[in-house]
């Protein structure tokens, strides 16, 4: 009779369970979890690779504080204090040594990512979006010795980074014009840098209208670039050497000129 009076739940409702948090008991706190290690300038990249990792392991709550720190008497303390005690670690590991001695001493994951945010995550770097700019400008695939990929990736990184400085959301009213003339200032910038080779394909793509964007231009160059590694030099075709006596032959003697090509009178095998 208990029975029959307990709720059953209707048979069209899935019952979601709960997020289980995720132990790190077994993780690492030597290994570098980044994939630049923090220098002070790179704040912006190295922020978000971090953040990256820590959303994969459903850890994002430690740096926006929202992980107290409970009482020695709490059965979660020691499990705490060993999740601390990790996630310092991967950030340690992840900073140059310089950056480190810096910051050694914070003990806690909140701590030290406030600390790093007052001292790198400017709202404006005015001398770092200087020395990006300047890096572009002064940046070509020549210089680098880059292949056409690899020189892109390095401009894509400035970009990235500059992204962080400058906002689209700094421009709320007209941000998608905002947005078409920043790619297009992109493909100028990665047109300026290729090497002379390039040139006459430089020149097409200019040429064209509407400009290509800034990725189908990448393709177009790109492309070429595969094709003059994967195929062959194609080379002229030689011109028949010239016989250099049969034309002293023919002045000397005063007889008709014959080419031994096509066997006919009047002109030499190089007028064949």
């Given at each position: ?36 290690l923090l220098n002070g300038k790179n ?34 303390f020691d499990e705490w204090i060993s ?147 994967l195929l062959p030099s194609l080379s ?37």
């Amino acid at each position: 009779m208990a029975d029959s009076l307990k709720e059953v739940a209707p048979a069209h409702m899935v019952l979601v369970p709960s997020p289980v948090p995720v132990s790190l008991s077994h993780s690492q706190p030597a290994q570098r979890v980044t994939s630049v290690l923090l220098n002070g300038k790179n704040f912006h990249a190295w922020s978000r690779s971090f953040q990256l990792y820590l959303g994969g392991k459903r850890k994002t709550r430690w740096i926006l504080g929202k992980e107290p720190k409970p009482a020695e008497s709490d059965p979660k303390f020691d499990e705490w204090i060993s999740d601390n005690c990790i996630i310092l670690g991967w950030m340690f590991n992840s900073m140059e040594d310089r950056v480190y001695h810096m910051f050694m001493y914070h003990d806690t994951v909140h701590g030290l990512w406030t600390a790093l945010s007052q001292m790198y995550a400017h709202a404006r770097n005015e001398s770092r979006i200087f020395e990006l700019y300047r890096e572009i400008s002064h940046s070509s695939q020549t210089s680098l010795g880059l292949s056409i990929a690899d020189y892109f990736g390095y401009l894509q990184t400035i970009w990235e980074e500059l992204a962080q400085y400058e906002p689209l959301s700094d421009f709320p009213s007209d941000g998608a014009v905002e947005s078409k003339r920043l790619d297009r200032r992109h493909t100028y910038q990665f047109l300026m840098g290729l090497k002379s080779e390039f040139e006459a394909l430089r020149t097409q793509i200019l040429n064209t209208s509407p400009l290509p964007s800034l990725y189908e231009a990448f393709a177009i160059v790109d492309g070429d670039e595969r094709r003059r590694r994967l195929l062959p030099s194609l080379s002229l075709p030689e011109s028949p050497p010239i016989v250099p006596d049969q034309r002293a032959f023919a002045s000397s003697s005063g007889t008709h000129l014959y080419c031994q090509h096509c066997h006919k009178p009047g002109h030499l095998i190089d007028r064949c």
